[in-house]
């Protein structure tokens, strides 16, 4: 996906949120948001979401120098998750549904603003989404597809969403269904890496592998041979939260569920449902 | 008040939609908002709002040749405006007090989000503003200073909310307080200019002047002799919206009344309330 006139704000508000949480040095800090600007000013804008993305808050934590703005965000998230985790498998079990209601808690897990008041925000959020409606449901397909193929390659989002995703892990399990986890190999915004996935006991329920590269969503052109191999074999992908939206909305030949909350305009208008909304979207372009 | 880190994006953030109400082309739109990016990447970030704000607008303007890009916005909201006001006026007059109504009635105004759902919105924030509670509420104090001062400045924020002001301005007209009413001395943002006051029927309950320039809030360095003036000889000021707000929170000895919805978190912190709440907040600081 490229990005649109009103992303490249949207880069510059990202940077300066990591930028925030990188120093507390004012002269660093306006350093830091200007070479962001500099290099969005000087950069082409035809090129992929993902690049733009990664190179923006790679200069961030080049000119902080802090490799990891995200931590301490990221460690709350998990903190709060952890314990929110044990009251979400029995709201599995007990519905009539469990697949759609796992999978809604793993929507769920997109949809939790990680802000302040996060422990109000997950269960009220999560009620939120198992009671209302997805603005797109392709349940059906994705029990059918998951059945045939029993194999997943499962592309996570942030650091705390991980505990949601092994619910439905768990429940893809149950169905003899193998799941390959795919974080990120590098700390970049609040996305899940191998710690994350670890700290969530993903490596009970799935394999987990990384992107190999510190990219926003997967940037192709970076990922490890590795990563490349198993998106290559995989015959269907679980690709959580927007910034795997981003970088994937233009493979072809792929049989994708996107899973997310969607925050922006731009993506709203792209998937088909209002912004707020949860979708469970099934995606397949045939060259 | 000088801008935060934060500011920088949401200048980019509002010169984009600027932009993209300017002009349809898009090789245009990408030329302009390079060169607001240009101009914030090499000016100082130590003026005063005001003057970046109004200099970002003024690169919109001049770049896509379009001098007034939200003239269409702000004429569906005196539209609408103008259907909602009659409706305004017997709320204020079945009032317990109906200063506070009308003052909560202006503030309303200052409130609504002039988007795409504005009639549905109009009745419903208008609504939660008078059933509600203003965070910050000193309007025992603005009855007690009107009284005295028997003349007010009032500093204009949007057109259409130029027709809840006129509900304030009358019921202070009843208590014998004159009003001289500023907007904007040109298009920016979708402040009110001379037209929307007249729009409005302001001129019918208060005498109408201008900036006398284009310019975010108040920009004193280029304000008219004759604005420059009235301020000066102003005993008390009311102020509308954080336009204003910020042009005006660091100017001593003059007795200012804040009316306006929180939008962002910046002026949340300053101002001493949440965002998104509403405040009438009494403002006097000495040399």
Known sequence: MKPHLECVPC???????????????????????????????????????????????????????????????????NEMASKFYSKLEPTVKNSNDPLL?????????????????????????????????????DIDQLKGSAQKSKDILYLADNAGETFFDRILIGELAKRDINVTYVVKGGSILNDATLRDAEMAGINSVAKVISTGTDCTGVLFSECSKHFLREFENSSLVISKGQGNYESLNDVKNKEIFFLLKIKCPIIAEDIGAKKASTVLKRFLKNE
Not at 19 to 28: A, G
Not at 118 to 129: A, G, N, S, W
Request: aromatic fraction near 6%; charge should be negative; charged fraction near 35%.
């Open 11 to 77: 880069f510059l508000r990202q940077a300066s949120e990591a930028i925030l949480m990188s120093t507390d040095d004012e002269v660093v800090r306006e350093e830091a948001l200007r070479e962001v600007m500099s290099y969005l000013l000087y950069e082409e804008w035809g090129k992929v979401i993902p690049e733009l993305g990664t190179n923006v808050h790679r200069i961030v934590k080049r000119v902080t120098g802090n490799e990891d703005p995200y931590k301490q965000l990221k460690d709350e998230c």
């Open 101 to 137: 209601t796992a999978a809604k808690i793993a929507i769920a897990g997109n949809a939790i603003d990680f802000g302040p008041r996060i422990e109000i925000d997950i269960e009220k959020e999560v009620q939120k989404v198992l009671e209302g409606k997805l603005a797109i449901n």
